[in-house]
T-cell receptor
Framework: AQTVTQSQPEMSVQEAETVTLSCTYD???????LFWYKQPPSRQMILVIR??????QNATENRFSVNFQKAAKSFSLKISDSQLGDAAMYFC???????????????FGTGTRLTIIP | NAGVTQTPKFQVLKTGQSMTLQCAQD?????MSWYRQDPGMGLRLIHY???????DQGEVPNGYNVSRSTTEDFPLRLLSAAPSQTSVYFC?????????????FGDGTRLSIL
């Protein structure tokens, strides 16, 4: 079974600065997908960025980018130019590539609460 | 677009009561699932379905029941509510094919069991 670990329960960053959230995972599969979800106080689960394991290039979405290290099983999220609206809980999640009964599920880490300091 | 609709948004129950959390999606997704979110534990899978008439257990299924009679709807039933089931519940849906396609989440139901 896959596991996802987020070792930073809380992080804080000054507005306009850069912050990196850590995520490691454990799997025996070679093909899979990784996601970062944002959960603001409104409770919605919002997809921030996704990465396919077969792609060497790190995904980027505007101010959000990842550092994907497949061999190290690491998937960190970098937020540049932090804004007050980035304050939220951030979850790292894993999804298998192999189709099969139940493999479509997301396995989540325990989350990192990000605070933005004005 | 409605996406994934969950009702109710909040609910308070007494121990031993039963209730159904509703989930509906209008994207024709095959895969639907229920998660519960507890502090410090992330989201954990309760039950899931890969199509109408097909359901299976996830990581924490005890005390919950599901059925999938249509593609659109996937209700979660609490048979006899217990304080340990106090949590925030999320319904999600996605395509089965294409693992990089994101799961779409409902807005959640905050459930308190007294």
């Amino acid at each position: 079974a896959q596991t996802v670990t987020q070792s930073q329960p809380e992080m804080s960053v000054q507005e306009a600065e850069t912050v990196t959230l850590s995520c490691t995972y454990d799997t025996s599969e070679s093909d899979y997908y990784l996601f970062w979800y944002k959960q603001p106080p409104s409770r919605q689960m919002i997809l921030v960025i996704r990465q396919e394991a077969y792609k060497q290039q790190n995904a980027t979405e505007n101010r959000f980018s990842v550092n994907f290290q497949k061999a190290a099983k690491s998937f960190s999220l970098k937020i540049s130019d932090s804004q007050l609206g980035d304050a939220a809980m951030y979850f790292c999640a894993y999804r298998s590539e192999v189709l099969g009964f139940g493999n479509e599920k997301l396995t989540f880490g325990t989350g990192t609460r990000l605070t933005i300091i004005p | 677009n409605a996406g994934v609709t969950q009702t109710p948004k909040f609910q308070v129950l007494k121990t031993g009561q039963s209730m159904t959390l509703q989930c509906a999606q209008d994207m024709n997704h095959e895969y639907m699932s229920w998660y519960r979110q507890d502090p410090g534990m992330g989201l954990r899978l309760i039950h899931y379905s890969v199509g109408a008439g097909i359901t299976d257990q996830g990581e924490v299924p005890n005390g919950y029941n599901v059925s999938r009679s249509t593609t659109e709807d996937f209700p979660l039933r609490l048979l006899s509510a217990a304080p340990s089931q106090t949590s925030v519940y999320f319904c999600a849906s996605s395509w089965r094919q294409g693992g990089n396609q994101p799961q779409h989440f409902g807005d959640g139901t905050r459930l308190s069991i007294l």
